[in-house]
């Protein structure tokens, strides 16, 4: 897999059926390593690692019901009330962030009402925070760490 624009981290691979798998901390389990995946991976630990986040409150790719649709999110950080902190959406190196992209977080958000949104995909990370009351959200340079 090819370098991200990560700090670099340690991860368990198995091998099996010629395919690789890493080991995912959230979902306790070996999960086949796409380029999407091997990102994810990455953005779990920088939440962990570099902001901070309790692994108790992140959760990593659960369904949830947009208009109706079943849908996956990648990457979600709660608050120790339950409300949602942060969604992330993961894309492959390969993938360009785009305006769909946001448009898919965005719809993923009217769900789940998050405090702040990340995009990324690997290589390039876009931070957002949302402001409910104007119905806007505003670019940051990061999103801010962990905290009670």
């Known amino acids: 897999m090819i370098k991200l624009n990560f700090p670099s981290y ?3 691979f198995k091998n099996s059926e010629n395919k690789t798998a890493i080991f ?3 979902r306790k389990k070996f999960i ?3 380029p999407e995946e091997w990102v994810r991976q990455h953005t779990i630990q920088y939440l962990i690692q570099q902001k901070n986040y309790p692994k108790q409150l992140l959760n990593a790719e659960k369904q949830l019901k947009v208009n109706g649709l079943t849908r996956r999110y990648d990457i979600v950080a709660y608050n120790p009330n339950g409300s ?3 969604i992330v959406e993961c894309k492959a ?3 360009k962030i785009t305006q769909d992209t946001f448009d898919q977080i965005a719809r993923y958000n009217l769900a789940l009402k998050a405090e702040q949104l990340m995009v990324t995909n690997g290589m390039n990370h876009y931070f957002c925070e949302m402001d409910y009351e104007l119905e ?6 990061e999103i801010s760490s962990y905290s009670l």
């Open 10 to 12: 340690q991860f368990r």
């Open 24 to 26: 995912d901390e959230l």
């Open 84 to 86: 949602i902190n942060l």
């Open 32 to 34: 086949i390593l796409t």
């Open 136 to 141: 806007k959200y505003h670019f940051l340079r």
């Open 93 to 95: 190196p390969s993938i």
